[in-house]
Every structure is written in C-alpha cells, then in structure tokens.
C-alpha cells in the first residue's frame, strides 16, 4: 500500500460520520447553525486579547463539531481531502522533501534568524462556511447554474458539431488536392484523434487551476485553428490544424461533465450530464446536412470552417465573460487570496495552495492519473470498451449512411444528411426516458439517506445496449437495396440514437458517481480510449461495407454489440464490489473496522511501516 492509498484511508476515517457518534448531546443541531468561525477569523489581529481569542477558538470548536457531523459537510471534507491527497506535489509535502533539497538552506539576509515555526497549518486554511455557503457552487441560484449549464453545454456543442461538418467536405478536397477518399477522410479522423489526446492534458489542468481557466484557453486555441484551417493552402496545414483543433476542441467533453458534478448534487447531476451528453452526441448529427448544403453551395467547404470558427470565438466570448469558476479547491484560493488581503495575515492559506509543483511529479502522477485509472480500474475499462464501440459507429455512420442514402437511393449530399434526424429523435427518447427516470432514482436516494448506489444508473444502459444492437441489424437489411423506401433505414435510426445516447449517459453518470473526486481524470481515460475508436472507424468503414455490403456489415455490428450488452449487467451485481478494491473510487473497504480517532490513526501508521 502506498503514501497516498494510506492517506487516502486515513481521510476517509476523518470524515466518516462515526467518528462524531459520541459528541455531547448538549450541543445545538446543525440545522441551527448560521455558521462556523474559521481558523483564519481568530488569526487576523494581534491585539485582540488573549480572552477573547480563547472564547472565539471554542466557538469555533463547538460549532465546527456540529458542522463536521452533516452529512453534506462530511461529503466535501472527504471529498477536498481525497482530491488534495492525490493531487501533484501532495507527495513531497508528506515527506517534507522540495524540488531542492540538495542545495544547502539560504540564510534570511542581514543576519536575521530563522523565525520560530508558526502554529498548526490547518489554523490557517480557509474552509466554506458550512453546507449552504453560497461560495460553494451547489449553493449557486438555480437560474445561475441554468445559465452555466447552457453556456457549457454550448460550447461542447460547439466542438462535437466540429468534428463531423468536416465529412461533407472530405470528397471535394480529395479531388481538389488530388489524393484519394481515404487521405480526405484524415482531416475527420485527426480532429477525433485530438479528442484521444487533449482529455489527458486538459482534465488534471482543471484539478490543479479549475475548470474556467482551461475551457476558456481551450476555445481561444479552438477557434483559432478552425480559421487555420479555412484558410490553409495546402492539405498538409489544413490536416495538422484540424489535429490541433481537436486537441483543444477536447477540453470540453473532459471537464464539461465535471463542472456539472461541482454544481449538481446527487438529485439533480443525472438530469444536468443529460444536457451534456446530448450535445456530444447530437452535434456530430446535426453538421453533415448543414455541412453538405454548405459545400453544394456557392460558398465551398472552406466555409465550413469559417461557421465553426464563428461559432467557437463566441463559446470563448461566453466562457470567458460569463462563466464563474466551480471547482471548490481553486474557490477557496480566491477567498484565502481575498482575507490575505482585507486582514494583512500572510498565513492564510487554502489547501490547494500547499501544493508545490515539480514538472517530474507533474507528469508522472497528474498527467498520468487518466491512463492510470483506465488501465487499472476494471469499472473504467471495459465501460470504456464498450462506449468506445458505440462512439466510433457514431462516426463511422458518417461514412455509412452516406453509401446508404447518397449512392443506393440516390440523394445529393444536403439531403442525404437530413436522415441523421432519426438518431437525433432516438436520442432526444433517450433524454426523456432518463429524465422520467430521475423521481424513481431521487426516492431511492432518499430511502438510502441521501447516499447514492452508482449501480443504480445501470438498468437504462442495459435498455439501451438491445435497442442499439436491434438498431444495428434493423439498419444493415433494410438498407441495402434501393427498392426498399428510404424512410425504413432512416427510421432504424430511431432505436439506434436511443440507445446510443442511453449507453452513453448512463455510463457516464455511473462513472462520476463512482469516481466523483476524479470524475475529470476517468472521464478523461474515457474519452482518450472512445475517441482512439472515433478516429478509426471511419478510416476502415468503407472498406468493410465495400467487401462485406450493408447488410452483412450491419449484422457484423450488430453482433459486436450483442457481445457488448452483458458489460453492465456484471457492473449492476458486482460493481460494488469492484469499487471497494478501488484506489480511487470514494468507497470506504467494508473490513476497516472504525475506532478511536488516536487508535484509528496509529493503525494506519502501522501498516504503513509494515508496507514500507
């Protein structure tokens, strides 16, 4: 067992609930507490007496009892601490190494000596008021957190929609640069590939600075390769630009869903990552028939880009105009930075400052902690497999229906593209569904006192793996010969798009209630997997339909994902277990026995000695 698994048990012992059974029954409720005095209010002047700062520290310490006994308040402590104790440079602050502990100590200059060691450092962090401090992004009005999912979910609309208007384009720039289908076929790939790679950078960039600060670079950087990419003159720019786009285009599908955990709780996040995997999903589906009148135009494929460019500097304008940061570590810099500089007290300090960077540590641990967790964690894994599967028929649907509705019936490329509207009407059932699922999943909630079961996201992910895997075949012999009306093919659409969008979504929720203190970094491993699939799909798709036809290749598929379907159904009876294994699941092992507080800590010293 390693530093940062022992840390990780003794946080989970701090914050359990049984830890505080046996405070005096003399003291007042939590519902009645207004708030709770920080460490940093009785540090903030010298001259208040000695009295007077021994009264306000056991006010503090009666009410931080009570606030450290509800429920939500044990949530985010566990939370913040899990969060600190695996983020970069926890691990040197443990062994009280620096980047330079080889070089001999400086002196403080003029001879001074070195001060006397300052008080517990937890005196001085900064912590939220308690369960309804308004600083808290859950607390957040609800027409704020409205406004704040609409601009997110914009944005990530934005950048999927960017991925698939690029294929309407591939055949006209294969003939005006003279190679084949294939080569144009890597402007849509390359900008899915950037969607594999972008996640691992930018999901432990917002565990580290926040949320805000990488969406708003990211779009800036989007934007500009997108009007790169319009006016590139050659192939190879106009290829490596869309790469780069979509390398910065990823950020939101990495961090959009974890901003959603930062401002939703348990009730209500299931209905809020619906908004954004619908516009995952729909964007691609809504670009071709827009992409296709476009390029049949008299305005050509460059215009394509010039719209996406258009529609990216606005998602930066709104993202860095409107949207407020939500990730609470990176909060509590900005009120530690604020009460530094109202009360002069240079000690006051949130959590996440205590982190001392080293680029070493950076790489080896943040950076990694996605491709970590996706090849450690079985949960992540094969949910990965499979949703990996189900994205890259997402795009390979770019290139098949195409053959369906363009070269067997006969459609020009803007028309040929209004049949992706049975997958978006599939999808938008999808968001019903789930969303008439949600008072059944909060009245469960509510019997279980407010803790949720991740497994209880599973059953419309069962649902949706046989409605696509009957999509699949319903697709691939009804549209394969001409004489068979277009609308029965389109119409397959329709169980496809459902379950698509079920699989997704309800995958997706299950794997932020699971790793929800590192939500971004599995969504990250994740997408990093799914959009490897994404972008090879489309690559060998033609070949496939061409040897195999439509119909055998549909059936092909379909029996892929037949194969795929029993993967949650093993999660909904043995994720739990599972999850107790886990190294970073918030999942407290059924055999840690809780004990005194000085007892529980010396046991974990133990076995670290034993482990070490």
Request: proline letters at 6%; aromatic letters at 12%; one cysteine or more.
């Amino acid at each position: 067992m390693n530093i940062a698994d022992l840390e990780m048990e003794r946080n989970e012992l701090d914050a359990s609930p049984e830890r505080f059974a046996n405070v005096s029954p003399h003291r007042r409720p939590s519902h009645e507490i207004e708030r709770i005095i920080t460490a940093s209010s009785t540090s903030t002047s010298s001259s208040i007496s000695s009295a007077r700062r021994q009264e306000r520290i056991m006010s503090r310490t009666s009410t931080q009892g009570d606030l450290e006994r509800h429920p939500t308040v044990l949530s985010r402590i566990h939370t913040a601490r899990s969060q600190h104790t695996a983020t970069v440079g926890r691990q040197r602050s443990m062994s009280t190494k620096t980047r330079d502990t080889r070089r001999p100590l400086p002196e403080m200059g003029l001879g001074k000596p070195y001060p006397p060691p300052l008080p517990s450092r937890d005196e001085y962090v900064v912590e939220f008021e308690g369960p309804d401090d308004p600083l808290h992004a859950q607390n957040w009005p609800m027409k704020k957190k409205i406004f704040t999912a609409v601009i997110l979910g914009y944005t990530t609309l934005v950048s999927s929609f960017t991925s698939s208007i690029f294929s309407t384009a591939t055949t006209t720039i294969a003939a005006q640069y003279h190679v084949s289908t294939e080569v144009g076929l890597l402007g849509l790939s390359l900008y899915v590939l950037g969607f594999a790679f972008g996640p691992v950078f930018w999901a432990p960039l917002s565990e580290l600075q926040g949320r805000r600060l990488p969406l708003v670079i990211s779009m800036f950087g989007f934007s500009i390769f997108q009007v790169a990419v319009a006016a590139g003159k050659d192939l190879q720019t106009i290829l490596l630009c869309r790469f780069w786009g979509g390398m910065f285009g990823a950020a939101p599908l990495a961090i959009v869903a974890a901003v959603f955990s930062d401002m939703f709780d348990n009730k209500s996040r299931g209905l809020a990552i619906t908004v954004f995997s619908m516009t995952v999903f729909t964007g691609p589906l809504l670009a071709p028939f827009i992409g296709g009148f476009i390029v049949e135009s008299h305005l050509g494929w460059r215009w394509t880009e010039w719209l996406v460019a258009i529609m990216g500097f606005f998602a930066f304008f709104l993202d860095f105009f409107f949207l407020e940061e939500t990730y609470p570590p990176v909060i509590l810099i900005s009120k530690a930075s604020e009460l530094r500089r109202r009360t002069r007290n240079w000690g006051i300090h949130a959590k996440q400052e205590e982190i001392e960077i080293d680029f070493r540590e950076l790489i080896t641990k943040n950076f990694s902690r996605p491709m970590r967790i996706l090849f450690t964690e079985p949960i992540i894994l094969l949910l990965s497999i499979y949703m990996s599967f189900i994205y890259g028929l997402l795009y390979l649907f770019l290139t098949a229906y195409p053959i369906v509705f363009q070269q067997i019936h006969r459609m020009t490329p803007g028309i040929g593209g209004l049949p992706y509207f049975g997958m978006v009407t599939g999808q938008l059932l999808a968001g019903i569904y789930i969303a008439l699922t949600q008072p059944s999943y909060n009245r469960k909630l509510a019997a279980n006192n407010g803790v949720p079961i991740p497994e209880w996201r599973l059953p419309p992910v069962i649902i949706g793996g046989i409605s696509f895997a009957g999509g699949l075949f319903w697709f691939g012999w009804s549209g394969y010969r001409a004489d068979i009306h277009w609308i029965v093919p389109t119409l397959s659409g329709i169980l496809t798009g459902f379950g698509l969008l079920a699989i997704f979504l309800q995958s997706l929720n299950y794997i932020v209630d699971a790793y929800l203190m590192f939500a971004a970094s599995a969504i990250a491993g994740n997408t990093f997997l799914r959009s490897l699939a994404g972008a090879g799909f489309p690559m060998f798709s033609q070949y496939m339909f061409k040897a195999l036809h439509v119909n055998w290749a549909g059936t092909l598929l379909g029996c892929v994902a037949t194969v795929l379907i029993p993967i949650p159904v093993c999660f909904y009876f043995y994720g739990e277990k599972l999850r107790r294994k886990s190294a970073f699941a918030p999942t407290k092992p059924e055999e840690l026995p809780i004990h005194d507080e000085d007892d529980t800590a010396a046991g974990v010293e133990k076995r670290g000695e034993d482990a070490v």
